[in-house]
């Protein structure tokens, strides 16, 4: 069974390099980006199967890319989990209009992220079974 | 009591007539018959004719008689009206009206008339002086009005009256300028007229207010006023008459502008103060719940996490020390111990500071020849802060291999002194040039470079604007590299103290 692969979106490297060990301790293939626009492409050449990624960053917001990718064929059913300082900024609609699995407020548990990130993917195995 | 003593006297003086003419009449028969005597015919022709003429007069004297019966009724009758209505004037009564002697009638009618008069002249009296009570009064009213309008005029806040029909009775100059109408030509007028379609949310507003007959409404509206969006604190008060019904309505309008602006500021700085503290303490949490879970595998994974963690908490010190700088300057609660000290000698110490740094990143500081006059009326301490973030802001933002200049300049015209501080680093986009002394201002392509907190520079401007009456500049060129300085006051020279003497080697 192949591993599954992480996009971690993060202006804060620090952030960035403990999930990153965080999941590759745990099997996970990890990628990572600074900023939207990064993401963005990686998500596109990449596809990876599932998005963690920040809401404030230079160049392309969290939001941002996200609408980027929900618009895109390619990465619209790309699960994403936000992960941010701000999570107060963001609506309840505005986290289903986007589809937004989860929103994680900052400062977080590495543990609480990887669990998150565990049952959703589960939860579409599981789906993608049913159908 | 009057009218029978009337009728008395009446009848007394009809006996007395009516005896006396006849007693007359029958003389002067007695006396004729006695001179001429015999003469039967012309006896009985005298007797007739002069019994005739008493009769006629005993009737004349009986009408007279009842005539005046008649009349003194009548009088009477007058009289006790009268009295009767000077009963309720009574305490006006004269003492020293005056008596008529003899007829009782005649004395009570006059009693009665001068009560009257007497009583008139009180209420008249009483009139007059609720007349001029009244006229003191509509004085004092106009001179009210008159000061309660000039209070009304002198408010700097829109104020705006109007009636059950929500026609314009009252406007004060600055709801004139609001609304853009002049009050004397606009008066009794809709105010939905007067107003303009763009503010049709005040009519909208004032009309409910008045007809839902709330005591008072307050709502934040928005207007654009000289092209520029203006926000209202808006208080509608309904007036009431005395059956307690509403009969208009007060509009007062407040200028909330400027507080809705610092609202919004400190709702983005404390958004922004959450997000810069939250972003140092995720790092530490994260990082300690992986030592705590056993997920640093070997002894440098540990070292690592553990440095991650040293270095955060740094951040989130110098984070927490510069919000509480710039707090305590811009509240005034800053202790400021300002006296004259050298620039050169805090340049000197702080570019001491930096140079390791420097070095490091193979960063040449160059320092032009130091200026003759350098003495300064400040606080050492705070200028020394704005020196050091100056110089490692500069070392920071410039790549290995370039140099940070320092220059300094005394402008004499001006009495200042002008320290700039010019570096070949990446230089700043010309459209985000102007924001940089923005508090949490980052610029985003240069976040690679450079850990910041987006306060330093903040607080340089602080400490030199607000603490030392200088000036802030900058002037940048991406890719070129960027100047920043500050300018402050030079101190007099008779309180300034000698450079201290420096011992060579």
Known sequence: MSKKRVLIVDDEIHIVHVVAIKLRNNDYEVITAENGAEAF?????????????????????????????????????????????????????????????????????????????EDILYHRAVISRQV | MFLRSVRNLYLIVTAVV???????????????????????????????????????????????????????GAITSIAKRLKADNIMNSRFRANDKPKANGNALIDELSDALTEQIDGYSNVIGELEKQVSD?????????????????????????????????KLLMANEAAGRLFNFD???????????????????????????????????????????DAEL????????????????????????????????????????????????????????????????????????IKEFCSVIQSQAKRLNRLIEDILNISRIESGLVKVEKKSVSLTILIEEQMQMIRSYAEEKNIEIIWQKPIVFDQVHADKDMISQVIVNLLSNAVKYTPSGGSVEIETEVDETENLIRVSVTDTGVGIPEDEVEHVFDKFYRIDANKKQAKGTGLGLNLVKQIVEKVHEGRVFVSSKPGVGSTFGFEVPLATREVAEPLPVMSKG
Request: glycine share 6%; net charge negative; with cysteine.
């Open chain 2, 134 to 166: 009244l006229q003191i009064q509509i004085q004092l009213t106009q001179h009210q009005k008159g000061h309660i309008e000039a209070i009304i005029y002198g408010i700097r806040d829109a104020v705006i009256v109007v009636d059950e029909y929500d």
């Open chain 2, 18 to 72: 009516a005896v006396s003419l006849l007693a007359g009449g029958l003389a002067q028969w007695l006396d004729s018959g006695a001179e001429e005597g015999g003469r039967f015919a012309g006896y009985m022709q005298r007797v007739h004719v002069a019994s005739a003429c008493h009769i006629v007069g005993a009737v004349g004297v009986i009408w007279l008689g009842w005539y005046w019966i008649r009349l003194a």
């Open chain 1, 41 to 117: 492409k990686l998500a596109c050449s990449e596809n990876p199967d599932i998005i963690v990624t920040d809401f404030q960053m230079p160049v392309m917001t969290g939001l941002q890319l996200i609408e980027k990718i929900r618009q895109c064929d390619q990465t619209k059913d790309i699960p994403v989990i936000m992960l941010t300082a701000r999570s107060f900024a963001i609506e309840d609609q505005q986290k289903e209009d986007l589809q937004i699995s989860q929103c994680l407020s900052k400062p977080f548990s590495p543990k609480e992220l990887l669990e998150n990130i």
């Open chain 2, 230 to 301: 203006k926000t209202y604190d808006c208080i509608i008060s309904c007036v009431y008459d005395q059956k307690q019904q509403v009969c208009g309505a007060v509009a007062v309008l407040h200028d909330v502008t400027r507080e809705k602006q610092i609202r919004q500021m400190k709702n983005d700085f404390v958004s922004h103060v959450s997000h810069e503290l939250k972003t140092p303490l995720a790092s530490i949490t994260a990082y300690s719940e992986m030592l705590a879970d056993g997920e640093a595998n070997d002894e440098q994974t």
């Open chain 2, 183 to 225: 009050f004397t030509r606009s008066q009794h007028k809709p105010v939905g007229d007067l107003v303009g379609r763009d503010k049709s949310e005040f009519v909208d507003i004032l009309s409910h207010s008045r007809q839902s007959k709330a005591q008072a409404t307050r709502k934040e509206i928005e207007f654009l006023k």
